[in-house]
């Protein structure tokens, strides 16, 4: 069964860390690239990160500096670290696999295949 499973969500105070899990099952997670997808309230969801099948990261230029992306093809997962939270970094965040797009396209979430079910980030002090 194919699974997009997001963990590590909850509520943090602004200037907090935290690290987002995506872990993935039932395809073969090596051809995708991974994007992390976020949706603030009353707001439409938006791409923040990608990765690409060869690792390479990009970011919108809001999280560039505190975002940071990574996978482990090992264990099927990839991972958001957020550092220097801040209050619009709050909202649902999803991670979605995409194979055979364009890189130009992998902010787009039309251009993902699979999607995970999201995971809450609340900043508030």
């Known amino acids: 069964q194919l699974q997009l499973v997001e963990s590590g969500g909850g509520l943090v105070q602004p200037g907090g860390s935290l690290r987002l899990s995506c872990a993935a099952s039932?395809?073969?997670?090596?051809?995708?690239?991974i994007g992390w997808f976020r949706q603030a309230p009353g707001k439409e969801r938006e791409g923040v990160s990608y990765i690409t099948v060869g690792g390479s990261t990009s970011y919108v230029d809001s999280v560039k500096g505190r975002y940071t992306i990574s996978r482990d093809n090992a264990k099927n997962t990839v991972y958001l670290k957020i550092n220097s939270v801040k209050l619009e970094d709050t909202g649902i965040y999803y991670c979605a696999a995409s194979r055979n797009r364009p890189l130009f396209r992998l902010y787009v979430a039309s251009s993902y295949q699979y999607w995970g079910q999201g995971t809450q980030v609340t900043v508030s002090s």
């Open positions: 039932g395809f073969t997670f090596d051809d995708y690239a």
